[in-house]
């Protein structure tokens, strides 16, 4: 299948939307490639600097795109199922690496970027993801969890958040609800995907932060206890929801060192 030229930034057409998506970095027929799945309202954009600096450091390709409804991408239909980040691993990530020829690759995650990481890796067969990085995943609904979601759209809805959210998206609406909806309602206080983490037979990180707002260690707890692959955590003790941001010189050298190993056992790009 064609796909598009490696370049820094364009569309592309998966899940029968437009997403934005950005490159850095070599193309991936020339290196692991590493692909960066945002959080429930994130984008390319909340990133930061992450991808490339993880490129600079790594000498791996990088790509990272916003998922429908977010950043710059094409709307999404909503009110999202609740297996939405079922949808997003089984059926839109893998078409968004055939369409960039991703054979090879690092799948790092950021909340429900990680969850939806996680049930990739654990329900492919094509051994695409040689690894994971999953920073402050979910795994399975936490009161904290959906205190902090309700808190989330009090303040979105008569504070700051819309206007904050507007710098990011073209419709803060779409990526607001899109998320907030789904997490508040009564089939999500028993939503559990625990089970994925059964299936991983690649290395993975997991990175948390002990002040996180939006989960507790219990979900890094429920991959150590379950995974028969090998696994490594970073807690970063007064960290909140996104540690990556928040505490980058602690975590930014030991997702390195992680993907580094990885690489050099890819010996035949």
Known sequence: MSHPQWQPRGTIEAGGAQLEYQCFGPRPDQALTLVLLHEGLG?????????????????????????????????????????????????????????????????????????????????????????????APHFFAEDISIAAITQA???????????????????????FYGWNCVWLSDAFKHWNVSEVIDYLRVPVLGIQGGADEYGTLRQLDEIEHRCYAPFEKLIIEHSGHSPHLQYGDQTLPVMVQFINRLAAMEVDI
């Open 153 to 175: 759209k009090v303040e979105y809805e008569s504070g700051e958040l819309k206007e904050k959210l507007s710098r990011y998206h073209q419709n803060p609406d779409c990526a």
């Open 43 to 135: 984008c390319i954009e909340l990133w930061r600097n992450i991808p490339l600096l993880l490129a600079q450091q790594t000498g791996c390709g990088v790509l990272v795109y916003s998922r429908a409804g977010y950043g710059q991408s094409g709307s999404a239909t909503l009110p999202r199922p609740t297996n939405y980040m079922h949808i997003e691993a089984t059926e839109v990530l893998p078409e968004v690496l055939e369409k960039f020829a991703i054979n090879k690759c690092v799948l790092i995650g950021h909340s429900d970027g990680a969850t939806i990481a996680a049930i990739h890796a654990g329900s492919q067969n094509d051994f695409k993801a040689r690894g994971l990085i999953l920073i």
